[in-house]
């Protein structure tokens, strides 16, 4: 019986192998017969041909494992497939589901993708800094560091694997295990040491706490305004300080480029995946790839050619899908509503691509996008402005409130965000005042100046006026809990923690509860930074010590050393750490997969782990498709732009 | 060089054409049949048994035939059958858990005309046939339970074991020991070693007096018992854990019943002491309690195995199920591996033999309820982990968290097919 089944697996082993033969040679025949339209020389065309037989098996294994599922994935996306059940097309349902956070498929994705971006921006940082310090340590010439350098890599190897990972669950027990243990003792030694603990452990408190009731979907009220409204702060207090300087044209050019790609991404989901599509969105996202255009003409040819290949297609597929999915009839007067604004757009940017980049056609572009503009305001401004919405801004401009019945839940719930601006506007003001900056640069530099002041102290007012009703905001919640006797009904964990500060037996209860689920995880991925490590560890190595002498004669300190020889001279090393970092944090799966309780399983859950969890476990094939989709695009966002940013601070020798 | 090779390709492609098609005959297919059968989590003995024991004695009555076994863990499963699954290539049977016949429904066999004649069908739990039961049609063969009742450990508790909510939670005050906002004794702890657990929180329901489902397939989760379970568990939490910063029990090092930290617990078998240990005279087995208008009841787990419907050959696979499933095997497979048979004719002899599994078949014979039943499982326990999640760490009130359950859970059930 062994025999015939050993003769089976011949047999299909002997099938495999022509397979793969004659599908190759079939390859190097079209690759020659490609060769030969070109009309390269019959020896060329020999090469050719032998060139693509021989790489044909991973060709043809690339089509049938990676490629041929991968287009299937995309289909499923679109569909609605769970298992043992008909397929049924659903076009963008799935995606809109997701981006847009309905239902509980999209409320848990949007949960899970704020978990994955806290592992990202929290926890990556954390483990390049262990990283760089182990290395750092590691890089003195001391006796037996061969040993030492063995054991900080030793995590590396052991750390997925689920024995560690339930040894780590032990000791970071909330009661008897090691890491509190250790804390407490230090504690109960040094009086300081018991302070700073206890701090450690209500900040801690607090912001996860906070970030939970963000992940809840908790109305944030007059803080939502709070975000855009710092970031451009901290730009313009930037763009404001010294003398101007073409580093900075780049950092406000940056920031208007980096909050612009943002808010696109946000229109685009909120937009596209809306049926029927609003008509308002074509006319915005066009304004936006118009003035990126043009922002770009100038500057960088290549990547405007992309923007305008992007935009064109973009419309090609807006088109498709307004089609697709309009409950209107073609040749009713709704349809112009949205074939008006994919004409124009795909005419303005055909119009940027035809001839050279005069100035006329600038101006002439420049002023289509600018009404672009004005038909966006026109569309949405009256909505989003009326019922004295515009009062907010004069409201926080001079610190008063916005609330007008703190002690009914249901307005605080839901009426009250519904009487504010949208945040984009503010992102929106943002940019524009960062790209007016860039644009004005030393060509009218009192206009800049005078816009830099001035958005700078609109901004800075917003921040602490928003901040400043965002705290009556909160405390209005909690005068509702309190007089009804019921639990907090919103950002409960964050009240709770910052109710009282902690006493003497308070410990982190990691892995037990939602306000340490992650910071847990993020100290087990820093235990096993040691792939970093060595890769720090080489590019240490290859600082050439004359750097430093040079820099000791000069009388630089050891910190300014650091600074100014040690990261640019290993800034590749960190670039490096920095990307596969943040790809490794965003598909974090494992260790969610085995430290997870009934209790934590949200507030770990990772959007890999959803994806998993979606598709294999609950069968939704369609949807998991969709979510994969969605993380690649993110993954290949971060990735892409990373990569672009990365020329202002890595530095190569050559 | 290019000729040759294209020679050889020619040549090797004429022998293949004309060989003649191996395609054998359905009774020649018979001769080389292999049965694959994918079970979970094996101990070596009982792999050893299957292949040493009970394959060579198939294989023996069935010429031709030879068995095979596929074995993974828990943490693969949904993975390794949903693949099966979708390609329809797979083992011809296939290990389940209690909660899976509404999982793959329809896409498990009707067996109903393969086991219409077989007469040990009346030896099994009616529990266990329930499990592996989908729309009326029997889909499997239960091969092994495991009941999860209450163990108390009679020598530590203070009080009688409860059997009603207000009981346990007087037993719950009683039993528990809280120092320094840290637990020292805690009067109960769950399967999954904490406070909560999805199948504990539907089986409260159960007790409770409710139901999961009303009569026209909605969810039920609005009932008044089902809030009656809530805030049981919700008031047994804060007992045990008086705020949510109270540190839960030291790291147990063996068994939480041996530990003498726990008073007691729901555990299967598998984590508590071997029947033979001396401090099973301690310790008492009871039923969970009710609610008002409930009943007290222990929860059945059914493994089962079943026959998917991309099988070729269900008639062999049904052969291979009656044939473990006699009586013989069972009391074997119990003997090996510790399965507890599902088949009541299969336990004189563990009753004669073993005092402990004595009373817990006793037990399980007067309240077992199976965990069956229960649409769309997989989709419905990270709905109740979200929502009880809220509900007992105080961020979300017991009738907005009925109220979210509910709406979810219908919308679930419509999306699955179970509502019109």
Redesign the interface.
């Known amino acids: 019986?062994a025999s015939?089944?050993r003769g089976f697996t011949l047999e299909w082993a002997l099938y495999t192998v022509?397979f793969i033969?004659?599908s190759s040679?079939i390859l190097g025949y079209l690759a020659q017969s490609i060769a030969r339209v070109f009309k390269l020389s019959k020896a060329e065309q020999?090469k050719v041909?032998?060139g693509f037989t021989f790489a044909g098996p991973w060709i043809v294994g690339f089509l049938i494992f990676v490629l041929g599922p991968a287009l299937a994935s995309f289909y499923y996306s679109f569909t609605d497939y769970?298992?043992?059940?008909e397929i049924k097309w659903i076009g963008l349902d799935n995606y809109r589901r997701l981006l847009l956070s309905e239902?509980?498929q999209g409320r848990?994705f949007n949960t899970s993708m704020l978990n994955s971006f806290y592992y990202a921006l929290l926890g990556v940082p954390l483990q390049i800094s262990a990283a760089l310090a182990m290395a750092i340590l590691l890089n003195k010439d001391i006796r037996g560091i061969r040993i030492f350098r063995m054991i900080f890599y030793m995590p590396v190897i052991l750390a997925g694997g689920p024995a560690i990972l339930l040894a780590w669950?032990?000791m970071l027990?909330?009661?008897?295990?090691f890491v509190?243990e250790a804390m407490r003792k230090l504690a109960d030694t040094f009086f300081v040491f018991d302070y700073l603990y206890r701090l450690f452990i209500y900040l801690m408190e607090a912001f996860n706490g906070f970030y939970i009731g963000i992940m809840?979907g908790d109305p944030l009220g007059p803080l939502k305004y709070t975000m855009p409204a710092f970031i451009a702060t901290l730009l313009l207090l930037a763009l404001a300080r010294g003398e101007w300087s073409k580093g900075k044209r780049v950092l406000a050019w940056r920031g208007a480029q980096l909050i612009g790609i943002a808010i696109s991404f946000w229109l685009v989901a909120k937009g596209l995946t809306r049926q029927p599509i609003n008509p308002a969105w074509i006319w915005a996202g066009g304004g936006v790839a118009l003035a990126s255009i043009l922002a770009l003409a100038y500057h960088n040819r290549r990547e405007v050619l992309y923007v305008q290949i992007a935009t064109l297609i973009s419309v090609v597929a807006v088109a498709g899908l307004a089609l697709d999915h309009a409950d209107f009839e073609l040749a009713g007067s709704e349809a112009w509503r949205y074939l008006i604004p994919l004409a124009a757009v795909g005419a303005a940017v055909g119009a940027s691509l035809a001839g050279r980049w005069t100035r006329p056609k600038v101006a002439a572009l420049w002023a289509v996008t600018g009404l672009f503009g004005l038909i966006v305001l026109a569309s949405l401004a009256p909505d989003q402005f009326d019922r004295g919405r515009l009062e907010i801004l004069t409201r926080y401009l001079t610190f008063g409130s916005t609330i007008k019945h703190k002690a009914d839940l249901d307005y605080l719930q839901t009426t009250y965000p519904a009487w504010l601006a949208s945040a984009v506007w503010f992102y929106g003001l943002a940019v524009a005042s960062l790209l007016g900056v860039a644009l004005l640069d030393t060509h009218y530099p009192r206009a800049r100046r005078a816009v830099v002041t001035g958005a700078l102290v609109f901004f800075a007012l917003i921040t602490a006026g928003s901040l400043l009703d965002g705290w009556r905001y909160f405390d209005a919640f909690l005068d509702v809990a309190r007089a009804a006797g019921?639990?907090?009904?919103h950002f409960?964990?964050f009240h709770?923690a910052v109710a009282e500060f902690?006493?003497k037996?308070?410990?982190p209860?990691w892995m037990?509860?939602?306000l340490w689920s992650k910071p847990s995880l993020i100290l087990i991925t820093m235990w096993s930074s040691g792939t970093g490590m060595l890769i720090f560890l080489a590019a240490l190595k290859g600082v050439p010590r004359a750097l430093y002498e040079a820099a000791e004669v000069d009388g630089a300190s050891a910190i300014q050393r650091f600074f100014r020889i040690t990261l640019p001279m290993i800034s590749p090393a960190m670039f490096y750490n920095v990307v596969i970092g943040m790809i490794a944090a965003l598909q974090t799966f494992e260790s969610i997969?085995i430290l997870q309780?009934?209790?934590t399983?949200?507030s770990l859950s990772s959007a890999a782990f959803l994806l998993?969890?979606r598709?294999?476990?609950?069968?939704r094939?369609g949807e998991g498709a969709a979510m994969s989709w969605i993380l690649v695009a993110i993954i290949l966002t971060l990735t892409i732009l990373q990569f672009r940013y990365s020329r202002s601070w890595v530095h190569y020798e050559s | 060089m290019k000729r040759v090779l294209i020679f050889a390709l020619v040549l090797v492609m004429s022998i293949l054409a004309v060989v003649p098609s191996a395609a054998p005959s359905p009774a020649e297919a018979r001769q080389d049949k292999v049965l694959e059968i994918y079970i979970t989590g094996l101990t070596e003995d009982t792999m050893a048994w299957f292949n040493d024991v009970a394959f060579p004695a198939f294989e023996a009555d069935h010429p031709g035939v030879t068995c095979e076994i596929l074995t993974g863990g828990w943490g693969d499963f949904d993975v390794t059958v949903a693949g099966w699954i979708t390609t329809s290539e797979g083992p011809d049977i296939i290990y389940l858990g209690s909660e899976y016949a509404a999982t793959y429904g329809d896409l498990l066999m009707d067996l109903d005309s393969y086991f219409a004649e077989w007469a040990d069908w009346e030896q099994y739990l009616p529990a266990a046939v329930d499990t592996v039961t989908y729309d009326g049609h029997i889909r499997g063969l239960p091969l092994l339970m495991s009941p999860r009742p209450i163990f108390y450990r009679s020598d530590l508790m203070v009080g009688e074991a409860p059997l009603t909510f207000a009981d346990a939670l007087e037993f719950a005050k009683a039993n528990t020991i809280i120092e320094d906002n840290a637990a020292k004794q805690w009067a109960f702890m769950d399967i999954g070693n904490d406070l909560f657990d999805a199948q504990e929180f539907i089986a409260y329901i159960w007790s409770a007096g409710g139901e999961l489902y009303n009569e026209d397939g909605t969810s039920a989760f609005d009932s008044p018992e089902v809030a009656e379970a809530m805030q049981y568990m919700y008031d047994r939490r804060r007992i045990m854990r008086p705020t949510e910063d109270t540190a839960g029990l030291p790291p147990i090092e063996g068994t939480a019943l041996e530990s003498g930290m726990v008073i007691s617990g729901i555990f299967p078998m598998w984590a508590v002491p071997a029947t033979s240990d001396p401090i099973w005279d301690n310790v008492a087995i009871e039923p969970y309690p009710a609610g008002e208008n409930g009943a007290p009841l222990i929860q059945v787990f059914i493994d089962w195995l079943s026959v998917p419907a991309y099988a070729q050959d269900p008639e062999l696979a049904v052969e291979f199920l009656k044939f473990i499933g006699s009586q013989d095997n069972a009391i074997a497979l119990k003997d090996v591996a510790g399965f507890t048979p599902t088949r009541q004719d299969a336990w004189e002899q563990i009753k004669a033999t073993d005092p402990v599994w004595s009373k817990l078949l006793d037990v399980t014979v007067e309240y077992g309820r199976a965990f069956s039943d229960i649409r769309a499982s997989a989709e419905l326990r990270p709905l109740i982990f979200e929502q009880m999640t809220l509900y007992l760490t105080d961020q979300q009130s017991l009738e907005d968290t009925q109220q979210m359950l509910k709406e979810e859970y219908d919308y679930i059930l419509e999306e699955n097919g179970y509502l019109d």
């Open positions: 019986m015939e089944a022509i033969v004659v040679v020999r041909f032998w769970k298992l043992g059940e239902g509980r848990q669950r032990y027990a909330s009661n008897g295990g509190n809840r019921k639990p907090n009904y409960a964990l709770e902690p006493d037996t308070r410990v209860l037990n509860s939602e997969y309780t009934p209790l399983r949200d998993y969890s598709t294999f476990t609950e069968l094939i």
